[in-house]
């Protein structure tokens, strides 16, 4: 109740700008031949993508945030500009950016919460989000609610972040990054609290493998709440489920990884 008092006191009361919306067709986790590829989809209520601009494309004219708007495909909050030369674009907000201020996007722009510029030019120390990996090619990470990076140090060609799991690496100095810290971070203690609401999230139930019989999953058989009885979990189609790297041993981004993150305790 209190977080939705709070985002009614953040969030402005208008409709989405008609002309930056899309309608993407829900295929309920199916392919193009109808089967099931991702499981525990389909169902939810209708929603409009909202188009943002997650790049640079309107360099160096300035902004006004015209409003603080809700947006159903992602965990932060988006702010509506308003460009010096008519264009309406939405963009990811920054926490604590208010209706009427205004920003920028230039290769050296003022140090400002929303300002968006080289990380080169961005001082050590800085929270930065909405970075780009490869220059010119838009905001790739630190995009979703409550997410930030850190500038720890500019060493000649790179610049090394710290990631929101601890993990350090280099990025090019002269990709993009966005000042501050992604709106709406208190979304991590949202509780669901119902079955209903996932469901209209577009989310599925998921029966647990333990409730199964042993022909339909590894974890399935036995009497009552019993063990799954193996050393370690698996997944339906018998491949270990927890604690197994996943990244690929030789990628080619593993020499600008500096520190990796540390492992769950």
């Known amino acids: 109740m209190i977080r939705k008092i709070r985002e009614k006191r953040i969030l402005s009361k208008k409709e989405p700008e008609k002309r930056l919306?899309?309608?993407?067709?829900n295929r309920a986790g199916r392919n193009n031949q109808g089967r099931i590829t991702v499981r525990h989809q389909g169902g939810g209520v209708k929603k409009r993508y909202r188009i943002v601009d997650f790049g640079q494309s309107k360099m160096d004219i300035p902004a006004e945030v015209l409003a603080i708007e809700y947006d159903p495909y992602r965990t932060a909050f988006l702010m509506l500009l308003k460009y010096k030369d008519g264009e309406k674009r939405y963009s990811l907000a920054p926490e604590g950016i208010k209706v009427g201020e205004e920003i920028i996007c230039k290769d050296k722009a003022v140090l400002k919460r929303g300002n968006r510029m080289k990380i080169k030019n961005i001082p050590v120390g800085t929270n930065v989000f909405n970075i780009e990996l490869i220059p010119n090619q838009g905001g790739k990470i630190i995009r979703s609610a409550g997410s930030v990076a850190k500038v720890l140090a500019q060493e000649g060609k790179y610049t090394n972040l710290q990631m929101p799991s601890g993990e350090i690496r280099k990025v090019n100095s002269d990709c993009f990054a966005t000042m501050g810290e992604v709106s709406h971070s208190e979304w991590r203690y949202v509780i669901i609290?119902?079955?209903?609401?996932?469901?209209?999230?577009?989310?599925?139930?998921?029966?647990?493998?333990?409730a199964m019989n042993p022909v339909d999953h590894p974890h399935g058989g036995g009497e009552g709440r019993t063990s799954i009885g193996l050393k370690h979990p698996k997944t339906p189609w018998g491949k270990p489920a927890l604690g197994v790297k996943t990244r690929k041993r030789k990628k080619w981004t593993n020499k600008l990884i500096i520190q990796r993150r540390q492992k769950k305790k």
């Open 21 to 25: 919306l899309l309608t993407l067709k």
């Open 193 to 210: 609290g119902k079955a209903g609401s996932s469901r209209r999230k577009g989310k599925r139930p998921a029966v647990r493998g333990s």
